[in-house]
């Protein structure tokens, strides 16, 4: 089992910066490929950027050049660095970890708004 846990959502004005944190916990040694994902109400939830567990990353267009992935393999966490936000960014930010095996973790969710 593995356990997520996300911090650093709020309030920020556009042009401003948020850094999102994800630590995993459990009986569990390796975690594959990390990544953040984003959902806001009525919409479906998609994905803003993946790391896998060498550093390879990908992310959606729309964030290109204004957040960047990032993630620590000793502490089992993972990083989202938000620049430049806009208001079309707000939404619930969710992390996930996949195992090895195929297993397929989420977070509870951590809210960001992005409002003047």
């Known amino acids: 089992q593995v356990q997520l846990a996300e911090s650093g959502g709020g309030l920020v004005q556009p042009g401003g910066s948020l850094r999102l944190s994800c630590a995993a916990s459990?009986?569990?040694?390796?975690?594959?490929?990390m990544g953040w994902y984003r959902q806001t109400p009525g919409k479906q939830r998609e994905m803003v950027a993946t790391i896998t567990s060498g550093g390879f990353t990908t992310s959606v267009g729309s964030v290109k050049g204004r957040f960047t992935i990032s993630r620590d393999n000793v502490k089992k966490t993972v990083y989202l660095q938000m620049n430049s936000l806009k208001p079309e960014d707000t939404a619930v930010y969710y992390c996930?970890?996949?195992?090895?095996?195929?297993?397929?973790?989420w977070g509870q969710g951590t809210q960001v708004i992005v409002s003047s």
């Open positions: 459990g009986t569990i040694t390796r975690i594959g490929a």
């Open positions: 996930n970890a996949q195992t090895p095996t195929g297993h397929s973790y």
